[in-house]
């Protein structure tokens, strides 16, 4: 499918008439805008698109588009979005929270729909603090951080997400932020056209409870481009070498894609429905399996 | 001759006990006979303790029995520690390895003088006839073959076809140890005829299977085409027969990271418009419980099946309970209805489950169907099931014109709003955790979620009136009373018909609908009960709290319950009948007197 294979759909067919609940200035206002450029640019009629959250600011977000969305609860957005996507592998299935969702509660999710490679494009909105909540630690938090619940300094490491999801060999991994809109937009259009499980961090700041420098000028000043950097996307080990940098360095674009996919889950299921129905009895005799001779 | 027979087998894990039960029933049921088998095992895998209960009878079967009729003991140790789930009687015709050392006089059974009691030398005979002990269920299947009749050639048809893959050897070593115990019966035959009576159904299909499975099969029948679940025991089956079956009819299953991943995976599945379930047991329901929420709120379909073992925590994990219940019908926090179900035996959670889908897509919500360890693991033996007679209810679709200007949780007279699902134009909405409008959008306004409160618990007003939901046997006008449900209700049937014959006037409600409580089915039951029982396997008497939270209970109903895994009998509920009459009696006659 070529880039503009479709031209039917703008993005302003995927915003919805909800106002979105979000601070001033917040980063998840632009994440939005990316996101109804990317899904315009592909083209699949919103209600062909499901857009799952946990909860959180960010997990808001499916409101804001016309797909059919689910708001579900925090931390397993990942697990309600591979369902969707296996009952019917039609859709077109994205799933969205924050980092605290992603990688904290619903941490444990995230590696199983990378090894399964089913088709969902994940965007964690990583603001590195739990903004509805009022400003705690956030599995992302720097060291030494001060927080509402660290008020003399984070004892703990970050999680790297961008490592983290490398490590389990996710076949799409990018990072994107704010600071470049249309550079978003094509990545997560990128991402939802990759076949498997394809995995966006976005840095997209908290305006109330972010430090300064975390703030869009000061990611401005620490992000580098990855294809002026000359980077290789199909280079995994370049990638993690790379993905070392999360905190100190903002890499923005494309950090692996496989060069040559797995077939997705999705599709293997659906090889396997074709052959088993064959010959399968009609299920009102069903019961038969159970008579003994 | 005799109707029924019950019987008892324990041994060390290896020693085959259960197989030689699985061959015996299967074995019955080749020659026409109604069939029940348990399974009881220590939870680890090999070695330890294991046991079966064989349940034969020419008439069909309410439950695995009372006291019984024979017991087999491979070892005492192993036999000993299934204490009141093998209970032996001065009825029981007792047979154990003479290898044990123990004099026929001194067996290890404390208060009880058996019927006869026959050491056999179980596994010298395997050895000198087969050449290895491996044999001695074989010799058990001949010597059962031999005192009782019971399958003589449908055992050894059914042992033969399972070894001739790997054998004929095999399959003629276990010829001469099966012919050697049936020798041994007819050379030390019993002081009694315990004998069966032939099948009158002989030849008849018979299906046989257990309740996981037939939970799993009906499922499919309901037009259930995703799975997901986490392996535990005693519910995993459903699942393994998930994986066998449903990619045949275009379904899928995921077995998740985790429970709350397979439960999610069905939510997802149900809002993507198709019949989805999952299956736990107590620790997984417990973990399940934040999606049950999500799943009413959202107004979603779903089914969970829980397979109840022994709680709290891991509890006992391989033994039966009826402890459940209120996690059932209370955990998620929050107003919320969440209709719980429960079948009775392997025949009728066929249609149990069917109900459980039926209602889950009508109401649109969770439905819980609470199994437990006997029924998921006992094998039944049934008669065909007609499965035309089944209706399949289906959700609600929006129309054309609700999809003009659609609202997914639009008002409605009965509650219940169409449901669309992702592929539908016209019908995108926001599904959410959060309070809600009727359009869908999130709100914070404590009327409207008053009024939303409202819908989701009034739409089962109508289920409340399932009479069809209930089974009510006896005397309708019966001053005594029963009630039971799940695997107990079988025995509650079985004692009911003893105290019928013993002349007592009584009835017995089996409630396949437990939450929420159907208030004036109860009440029109108790109009009549002056004593009655609630007969459950929990500590708490669960049910019976869950009744009294609801209704005024007659004066007279008391509740008979107990921890799980140990049966309750037939026999000690009718004794118990006995002496709820007698009460009555008495305060009849206080009645009668004249005051001073």
């Known amino acids: ?293 | 001759m005799r109707k029924d027979l019950v019987f008892g087998m324990a041994g060390s894990g290896g020693d085959g006990i259960v197989s030689a039960g699985d061959s015996l029933l299967q074995a019955a049921s080749a020659e026409g006979y109604h069939g029940v088998m348990t399974k009881s095992f220590g939870s680890q895998i090999r070695g330890g303790e294991s046991s079966c209960r064989v349940r034969i009878s020419t008439d069909p079967v309410l439950n695995p029995g009372g006291n019984l009729d024979v017991a087999v003991a491979l070892n005492w140790e192993d036999f000993l520690k299934f204490g009141a789930e093998l209970p032996v009687a001065g009825t029981t015709v007792v047979i154990y390895e003479a290898a044990t050392g123990v004099p026929e006089n001194q067996i290890p059974l404390v208060g009880v003088t058996p019927l006869q009691v026959i050491a056999v030398p179980i596994a010298e005979m395997a050895k000198s006839t087969a050449g290895t002990e491996r044999a001695k269920n074989t010799v058990v299947l001949g010597l059962i073959a031999g005192w009782f009749g019971i399958g003589g050639e449908a055992v050894m048809k059914g042992i033969s076809k399972k070894l001739a893959k790997k054998s004929q050897e095999l399959v003629d070593a276990n010829q001469k140890a099966f012919d050697a115990g049936v020798a041994f019966a007819k050379t030390h035959p019993l002081k009694a005829d315990m004998t069966v009576e032939p099948s009158r159904t002989k030849g008849a299909v018979k299906l046989l299977t257990d309740g996981n499975d037939m939970c799993a099969a009906a499922a499919i029948f309901a037009g259930c085409q995703f799975f997901g679940g986490y392996p535990i025991t005693p519910s995993t089956e459903i699942m393994q027969f998930f994986t066998h079956h449903v990619w045949k009819y275009g379904g899928a299953v995921l077995q998740a990271e985790d429970e709350i991943a397979g439960i999610g995976a069905a939510v997802g599945a149900s809002f993507a418009g198709k019949k989805a379930m999952t299956a736990t047991s107590g620790p997984g329901l417990s973990l399940k419980s934040e999606m049950m929420g999500l799943a009413s709120i959202a107004e979603l379909p779903l089914v969970i099946v829980d397979v109840q073992r022994g709680g709290p925590s891991t509890g006992l994990p391989t033994k039966t309970e009826q402890s459940d219940l209120f996690a059932a019908a209370f955990s998620a926090h929050g107003d919320v209805i969440r209709p719980v179900l429960a079948p009775t035996s392997v025949a009728d959670m066929f249609r149990t489950t069917i109900e459980a889908f039926n209602i889950a897509e009508y109401y649109q919500t969770p439905v819980i169907v609470l199994s437990d360890q006997e029924i998921a693991s006992r094998k039944e033996t049934l008669d065909p099931i007609d499965t035309s007679q089944f209706k399949i209810v289906n959700r609600l679709l929006p129309t054309g014109s609700d999809l003009q200007d659609y609202k997914r949780f639009k008002q409605t007279e009965n509650h219940i709003s169409p449901i669309s699902h992702p592929g539908m134009l016209g019908g995108t909405y926001l599904a959410s955790g959060i309070e809600h409008v009727e359009s869908g959008a999130p709100t914070n306004s404590g009327s409207v979620h008053a009024r939303m409160n409202d819908k989701r618990i009034r739409k089962f007003d109508p289920l409340k009136d399932r009479r069809d939901l209930f089974e009510i046997t006896g005397n309708p006008d019966a001053p005594l009373a029963l009630i039971a449900w799940g695997s107990v209700a079988g025995v509650c049937r079985e004692a009911l018909q003893m105290a019928r014959e013993q002349g007592l006037d009584v009835k017995l409600m089996v409630p396949y609908l437990l939450y929420p409580v159907a208030e004036q089915t109860y009440r029109d039951f108790f109009a009549s009960v002056q004593k009655g029982l609630v007969v459950e396997q929990s500590h708490l008497a669960q049910t019976f709290k869950v009744l009294r939270m609801h209704l005024d209970l007659p004066k007279g109903l008391q509740s008979l319950a107990r921890s799980g895994a140990n049966p309750f009998l037939p026999g000690e509920i009718v004794a118990a009948l006995h002496h709820l009459l007698s009460e009555l009696q008495r305060s009849h006659e206080g009645k009668l007197q004249p005051q001073e």
């Open chain 1, 1 to 293: 499918m070529s880039a503009n294979a479709t031209c039917e759909f703008q993005a302003k067919d995927y915003k919805s008439d909800l106002k979105p609940i979000w601070c001033p200035g917040c980063g998840d206002y632009s994440v939005v805008q990316g996101i109804y450029r990317a899904l315009a640019a592909v083209g699949r009629p919103p209600h062909e698109v499901a857009f799952i959250s946990g909860i959180g600011c960010s997990s808001r977000i499916p409101g804001y588009t016309t797909a059919y969305g689910f708001n579900t609860v925090h931390g397993r957005a990942l697990p309600i979005a591979q369902g969707i996507k296996l009952a019917n592998p039609d859709l077109l299935v994205l799933a969205a929270g924050g980092d605290g969702d992603g990688f904290s509660i619903g941490g444990g999710h995230i590696a199983h729909l990378i090894r399964r490679n089913i088709d969902i494009t994940y965007l964690v909105m990583d603001n590195q603090i739990y903004g509805l909540t009022k400003g705690q630690l956030s599995p992302t938090s720097q060291k030494g951080r001060t927080t509402c619940t660290s008020p003399y300094g984070s004892l703990e490491n970050p999680v790297n997400p961008l490592l983290y999801v490398l490590a389990y060999g996710a076949g799409f991994v990018a990072q994107a932020s704010p600071t470049d809109l249309a550079g978003m937009a094509a990545i997560i259009e990128e991402a939802i056209r990759f076949p498997g499980f394809a995995f966006v961090n976005i840095q997209s700041p908290c305006v109330t409870y972010g430090e300064e420098v975390q703030q869009i000028k000061g990611l401005k000043a620490i992000s580098e481009n990855l294809a002026s950097l000359g980077h290789n996307p199909a280079d995994r080990l370049a990638a993690m070498d790379l993905a070392q940098h999360y905190g100190e360095k903002l890499h923005l674009g494309v950090f692996y894609r496989n060069p040559e996919p797995a077939p997705t889950y999705d599709a293997l299921i659906r090889e396997r429905q074709a052959a088993l129905s064959k010959d399968a009895p009609p299920k009102e005799r069903i019961l038969d399996l159970f008579i003994k001779k």
